[in-house]
């Protein structure tokens, strides 16, 4: 039994990697960048993508390690505090929102993002249904969060590159 566990551990780890390689290479994030810095004008909000291909040891529950890498990339340090992470974990295939107090959001909102991510996923739509995912979550900030208020403002606080941890 106990090597059924540690196979399916690997097999995990390296459908985590493949996934990664596949799918969310360099000319990918790029253009995901590109998508957050235009999702992010007009309003307060921040948009931070964190991909993990395979999940450290030292934190087993995905909540715990978004909220690891929330506060690690400092998406809480923005000045109207409304970062908002968009946290994957490709080898556990579970996938988090953590939002920042700033953003008046309900929780359905960030449900249906997950749920929406979650089903492409299922169907191996993995870097369409990012650049899908940050769409919505553009509407949610643009809906929930403080608008500029000056057309000189820099809002944007936060780097638009995702961050693939591995």
């Not at 040891?57 to 992470?85: C, I, K, Q, S």
Request: aromatic fraction near 6%.
């Amino acid at each position: 039994m106990r090597q059924r566990f540690i196979q399916s551990i690997g097999w995990q780890r390296l459908r985590g990697r493949r996934i990664a390689k596949q799918h969310f290479h360099e000319s990918n994030l790029q253009r995901l960048a590109q998508q957050i810095a235009h999702s992010e004008q007009g309003h307060s909000g921040e948009i931070g993508v964190a991909i993990e291909a395979v999940s450290p040891v030292h934190e087993l529950n995905t909540r715990m390690r978004a909220l690891e890498v929330f506060g690690r990339l400092g998406v809480w340090d923005t000045p109207y505090n409304t970062g908002v992470l968009l946290y994957i974990a490709l080898d556990k295939r579970q996938i988090e929102l953590i939002a920042d107090r700033g953003i008046s959001a309900p929780d359905s909102s960030w449900q249906q993002v997950c749920h929406s991510l979650q089903q492409a996923f299922q169907a191996q739509n993995y870097f369409p249904a990012v650049c899908a995912a940050v769409q919505q979550l553009e509407q949610i900030l643009r809906a929930h969060t403080p608008a500029l208020v000056a057309a000189h403002e820099d809002a944007n606080h936060l780097d638009n590159r995702p961050v693939v941890l591995s």
